[in-house]
Antibody
Framework: QLQLQESGPGLVKPSETLSLTCTVS??????????WGWIRQTPGKGLEWIGT???????YYNPSLKSRVTMSVDTSKNQFSLKLSSVTAADTAVYYC??????????????WGQGTLVTVSS | EIVLTQSPATLSVSPGERATLSCRAS??????LAWYQQKPGQAPRLLIY???TRATGIPARFSGSASGTEFTLTISSLQSEDFAVYYC????????FGGGTKVEIK
């Protein structure tokens, strides 16, 4: 059974870079035809897609965040990562990693990780 | 950007009753629409994709339908574990989510 687990600092200072990693277990990132995504959730804006990455490192980013987002894959560790630069309080959210439902980049997500709360504050 | 509008924001239903949730897209998304259930402190769980296909392990009381840009999630007979927040999401091009409908006990 595929499982995903987010990890990273729970507190990031304004203007710094938020860095999160998603570790995949129960399946291989590099042997999967699925894509891998990051989604965040805030009380104010609800669920927001951040971006999607393939094991080959093809990336697709939300246009509203594209200038600040970098996603990557480490197949040797079966992990994929998110970096969001120049964060502000508006980036405070629960961040989820997830797998796409099929072999298209623009897709539904299943399953999801449990989520990790990241707070931006000095 | 395609906007998904969910209604109502809150739906009060008694156990055993039928619940009908709506998701309207601002433009055509074909049938590229998914529904999720989220309970407090948990991640969203996929219920429906392709507007009407139940995900693996989802009970038959959950069904999805589409008519143009209007999508409906129906829960035929609400069980206690179904009280939660439900979100729609399109994947026709970039991905966006609706604002959610909270299904609460009446």
């Amino acid at each position: 059974q595929l499982q995903l687990q987010e990890s990273g600092p729970g507190l990031v200072k304004p203007s710094e870079t938020l860095s999160l990693t998603c570790t995949v277990s129960g399946g291989s990132i590099s042997f999967s035809t699925n894509y891998w995504g990051w989604i965040r959730q805030t009380p104010g804006k609800g669920l927001e897609w951040i971006g999607t990455v393939y094991y080959s490192a093809d990336t697709y980013y939300n246009p509203s965040l594209k200038s600040r987002v970098t996603m990557s894959v480490d197949t040797s560790k079966n992990q994929f990562s998110l970096k969001l630069s120049s964060v502000t309080a508006a980036d405070t959210a629960v961040y989820y990693c997830a797998r796409t439902g099929s072999d298209y980049a623009m897709n539904w997500f299943d399953p999801w990780g449990q989520g990790t709360l990241v707070t931006v504050s000095s | 950007e395609i906007v998904l509008t969910q209604s109502p924001a809150t739906l009060s239903v008694s156990p055993g009753e039928r619940a009908t949730l709506s998701c309207r897209a601002s433009q055509s998304v074909s049938t590229s629409l998914a529904w999720y259930q989220q309970k407090p402190g948990q991640a969203p769980r996929l219920l429906i994709y392709g507007a009407a296909t139940r995900a693996t392990g989802i009970p038959a009381r959950f069904s999805g339908s589409a008519s143009g840009t209007e999508f409906t999630l129906t829960i035929s007979s609400l069980q206690s574990e179904d009280f939660a927040v439900y979100y729609c999401q399109h994947y026709n091009d970039w991905l966006t989510f609706g604002g959610g409908t909270k299904v609460e006990i009446k």
